[in-house]
């Protein structure tokens, strides 16, 4: 089962054009680069194209900026900022759920851009006792010093799997009997009217564009959660919140001993 394994430590600043080449080129994962305003086109041009299929945001800023970011300038007009924490693989997800003599409950991320949602469905996540979570690659936030504030700390105790395609994880975590459900404000059925207590990984879209068509057709079933007002649609994090205590609400709370 694919996944990517990140480097650990703290927040990190990655300086010079061969560094950052380098650090691109062993998969290491980054989450934005500078580049300074000056820098040879062509150079510039080579750099931003792999920081983008590497799924890294890019930014042109002073070198001012630059040097703040390093603490020095001997960057040649380069900057990456790499992972702060280190990723799981799905098989250790997995793994920890067997563990724990549960039936797994993973939650799949499909496209939250923010960190701060991404923090946040973290912190729900270790509170509602999800045994991992999963992201894409590209496009999508990753562990960063942000994501970890916001997450309370559960950015230590929830492990977070990056993999390439979701569509084809989601395949494969199939294969090994979970059931996929994607959240969709057109869903199939409500959230409460579907067994939550088996297998499973529920599929949380993009803040602005849902979750994507062909994650949603690899999906057993979508749901939806109840809607009474005249807002349409949640945050991200905040569906992502009720949804996930749907689950603890039919797991746990009528277990024996539920709450204590």
């Known amino acids: 089962m694919d996944g990517t394994s990140g480097l650990g430590g703290e927040e990190e600043f990655v300086g010079g054009r061969h560094a950052v080449l380098a650090a691109l080129e062993s998969g290491r994962p980054l989450n934005k680069l500078w580049i300074a305003r000056g820098v040879q086109k062509q150079v510039a041009a080579q750099l931003e194209a792999a920081a983008r299929a590497a799924g ?72 509602a006792g999800a045994h991992g979570v999963i992201i894409p690659k590209r496009r999508a936030a990753g562990l960063t010093h942000a994501a970890a504030k916001t997450s309370a700390g559960a950015i230590e105790h929830v492990p977070v799997a990056r993999v390439p395609n979701i569509a084809r994880t989601l395949d494969e975590l199939k294969r090994e009997g979970l059931w996929t459900i994607a959240a969709a404000g057109e869903g199939d059925r409500l959230i409460h009217e579907i067994d939550l207590s088996l297998p499973l990984a529920l599929v949380i879209g993009n803040e602005h564009k849902g979750v994507g068509r062909l994650v949603r057709e690899t999906c057993d079933m979508t749901a939806r959660i109840p809607m009474y007002g005249r807002t349409e649609s949640l945050n991200a994090s905040v569906a992502a919140g009720v949804l996930m205590y749907e689950v603890v609400r039919q797991r746990r709370l009528s277990a024996p001993g539920a709450g204590n």
């Open 56 to 127: 890294a945001a890019v930014q042109y800023a002073d070198r001012r900026k630059l040097d703040a970011l390093i603490g020095h300038d001997r960057h040649q007009g380069v900057v990456a900022q790499v992972a702060a924490y280190e990723y799981a693989d799905v098989r250790d997800i997995l793994e920890r759920a067997r563990q724990s003599g549960e039936p797994p409950f993973l939650l799949v991320l499909d496209g939250i851009e923010d960190p701060h949602n991404l923090g946040s469905i973290l912190r729900t996540a270790d509170c």
